[in-house]
């Protein structure tokens, strides 16, 4: 039987590009080498307590993802961040400090000395870049608002968002919006005032009271018997016809494929039809990363927990990156009079934790966060998730290899990219790059002749 589409990869990009063929009325399967779908979308309850595996929040800001959530129904049942998230929270050295997520916070607190805080309000009199030479994170914002600002502010968050080192990742691949506002409006405060931003953008991060793995799981349940799993992808073979894909449960064949797996396991199977593709996606590193949830009773904390959470600046003898506040962000994280934390760490920063047991990495993490929070006693509940290899690297050049990879189905008719290495690592990114995917492929099978079981040309 042919197939119109074939999706490798059972993640929320794979079950979200399957979904949109689906929608498109494609005759589309999904297969997943694991027994369950939603990839690294985790979501597990114990105890009263709730840990996210993987990713915490859905942000709102992405048009195409909302809307996806829409058509799945998930939209009315989001919940909002909630009424306690109050303040933003940094760690330098032992120096733990609130900034108020009103615009003019950092301004306002003495996080950043005098002269750092000038030097922001200088940034929307330096010119913009004209050379058009790609830029680390780090040196973009240095330029912009100095190296305090570099060192204090956006490279703790990108050891937060990506687990990443910003003096590696590039603007353009991370943080494209800023680049692209510095070459329209000169200036970053001027592109932000244009774009009129909320005044908190952190409270349209939503999730659901079940947890992240709701999406995946609602995707899966609108695919139905479209998903198979436990079916392990050994390699293609490209024929006239399109492609034949083989499994641990035999040959099967479709028009189109759509390979929506992690880098390394992507760039195995392009290995033989396109070396091109295969060399860019193995210059994507994936650092692994440590989750460490803890739950306390609440009369143990002396911190407030008013926030997010907190992230964390270079610290030679530190391992954590950042820490969230779960059941302040979202309610129903922990039981009444308890409050459930999760710390990560690894990443660029500290790529070599895997040397460390499980006891001693779980032993460490509970450590500094104790001393940072003020926690007595032990805690009421402790869980790690290691994840050996963790969110893709967008380093010096992704802007290049990201069009390199866009430009697989003219290298191979038919044949189609899509995950989180691509437009963004966040769940609403990779349903946004789902969308495009699958519009990039129903057009090409809707100009492409097919062969029916009656071995007749047909067109789509």
């Not at 198979?228 to 479709?254: H, S």
């Not at 392009?270 to 193995?282: H, K, S, W, Y």
């Not at 506040?325 to 009444?336: C, I, K, L, N, Q």
């Not at 660029?348 to 006693?377: C, F, W, Y």
Request: charged fraction near 20%; proline fraction near 4%; charge should be positive.
């Amino acid at each position: 039987m042919m197939l119109d589409v074939i999706v490798i990869g059972g993640g929320v990009s794979g079950l979200a590009t399957a979904h949109n063929l689906m929608r498109q009325g494609l005759d589309v399967q999904l297969l997943e080498r694991q027994v369950r779908t939603g990839g690294n979308a985790i979501s597990q309850r114990f105890q009263g307590f709730l840990m996210e595996h993987g990713p915490t929040t859905f942000n709102a800001s992405v048009p195409a993802a909302i809307q996806h959530l829409s058509d799945l129904d998930l939209l009315a049942d989001a919940c909002d961040l909630g009424v306690g998230v109050k303040r933003r929270y940094l760690l330098d050295g032992d120096k733990l400090s609130g900034i108020s997520t009103h615009p003019l916070g950092f301004f306002r607190s003495d996080y950043l000395s005098l002269r750092g805080r000038v030097s922001m309000l200088l940034e929307g009199l330096r010119p913009r870049k004209k050379d058009g030479a790609e830029e680390t994170i780090h040196a973009f914002a240095s330029r912009r608002f100095g190296r305090e600002f570099a060192d204090k502010i956006i490279d703790p968050m990108a050891a937060g968002l990506f687990m990443g080192d910003s003096h590696k990742l590039s603007i353009s691949g991370a943080f494209g919006k800023l680049a692209e506002m510095e070459q329209e409006f000169g200036s970053i405060t001027r592109g932000v005032l244009a774009a009129k931003r909320g005044s908190e953008p952190g409270r349209h991060l939503y999730s659901w009271s079940g947890g992240m793995a709701t999406v995946p799981s609602g995707l899966a349940m609108a695919l139905g018997s479209r998903v198979l799993t436990g079916v392990t992808v050994l390699g293609l073979q490209k024929t006239a016809q399109g492609f034949v894909v083989k499994t641990t449960q035999g040959n099967r064949q479709a028009r189109a494929v759509v390979i929506a797996a992690q880098p390394h396991v992507a760039a195995g199977l392009l290995e033989n039809i396109d070396p091109v593709g295969t060399a860019g996606l193995r210059e994507i590193m994936a650092p692994s990363i440590n989750v460490v949830f803890l739950g306390y009773r609440r009369d143990q904390v002396a911190h407030p927990l008013d926030g997010l959470g907190f992230l964390t600046t270079r610290t030679e003898n530190r391992i954590i990156s950042g820490v969230q506040f779960g059941s302040t962000m979202y309610e129903g994280r922990a039981p009444d009079g308890h409050v459930a934390i999760s710390a990560y760490a690894g990443g660029m920063r500290n790529p070599d934790l895997h040397k460390l047991s499980d006891v001693d990495l779980t032993a460490q993490v509970q450590q500094e966060v104790s001393q940072t929070l003020g926690i007595t006693g032990a805690p009421v509940v402790t869980r790690l998730r290691r994840w050996p290899l963790g969110l893709p690297q967008y380093s010096l050049g992704h802007i290049q290899r990201r069009a390199v990879l866009a430009a697989t189905p003219v290298r191979v008719e038919g044949l189609f990219l899509a995950g989180n290495y691509l437009d963004g690592v966040s769940m609403a990114n990779c349903l946004d790059c789902a969308g495009r995917v699958g519009a990039e492929a129903a057009a090409f099978l809707a100009n492409t002749p097919s062969i029916g079981q009656s071995g007749i040309q047909r067109t789509a």
